[in-house]
DNA sequence: CAAATTTGACCAAG
DNA sequence: CTTGGTCAAATTTG
């Protein structure tokens, strides 16, 4: 079956279950049930935006599995280059181009627009190693790592870079995938605040309007763009949390938001909230460091982190779609 | 003291 | 050459 077949295949079943959101939603509406009419329109929207997104992908290229697909950097692991004995590493390893694109995962906007000290963590802990200043940006793009990189392995990343136009809103791109467990979260007196931290997180997105919107470059790493918005009106944020705050912050002068971190869902919200995470990642998700993955079917808030990157695996993940991946 | 950040230099790709 | 990404020494932070 081609690609542009199954494409087609998964929008259809995609509109159709739309429709019947709709329909149920209606339903409900009569039969007033104040919970699920705060689920529904997430549903709704998160399929809106799975339909877009979807119609974006490349129909030929598929980009976004291949890319996806060798997750993990070609860098070495162990990657340390040496700036003076480097040649010899290089030699003994030619074919490695260390960097390149290839791993971006997801790219997602953080808008704060209102919150001041909209703390949105991300539940993992970042150590930044580098800042650039980007040609045509005004702001420059901080370079952060997984905090427990060398400890276990882990090759998480994300860039952090202001947005010009609207300061107040951060372009926040990941790449690669957790591997390790953050231990922080695991202490046993802090699991609980881990949890309350989620709920928070959670409520506060119920009021997050989401904006997926495609980023149809030609460049074929580009993966289509999760615009959040996040009203952050009511709620503040005990900045309890000694997370790595990007250096942007400290350099703005003008900003009357002292404290705020780009930070993020590596799915973003539609998804994360629906537990069922039952990893339909068929084909993708090649993991090499399988003993992390054991994680994904006891803690409900680690699977969520353990869940594929790849919108495509992203869009997929619900439990009523796993049929039509069988196709 | 360790851990995180800053910052200029290095490096690969274009 | 320029540009974006990374390294690592120096510095700051807790």
Redesign the pocket.
Known sequence: MSYIEQKSLILNELTQAKELLKQLESQLDAATSTTGNLLLPKILSSFENSLSMLSAINSEGGTQSQTTGSTE?P?SVN?????HC?SDL?IGNPSK?????QGWTEQVRVCEQTGLEGHLDDGY?????????????TYP?????C?HRNAQGCLA?K?VQRSDEDPSMFSVTY?GRHTCIQAVHLLPGQSQNRHDHHDQKRMKLQGTVFNFQKSCHDKTEELSTAQVVINSSSFSFPSSA?L????IE?ESDNNNFSSMTPDNHFMGSPFTSSPSTSVSNSSFSPNNFGEGQSMQNSEFDLSEFTSAFDPTDLYLDFDFLDSICSI
Request: no cysteine; charged share 35%; proline share 5%.
């Open positions: 950097s860098r990657g340390s280059r040496k700036r480097s290089l181009k260390k960097k390149t694109i802990g970042w150590r930044k190693y580098g800042q650039k200043d980007i040609l045509g940006a793009r901080g370079y952060y790592r905090t990343m860039q790449r000694s790595p705050v990007p250096s400290k």
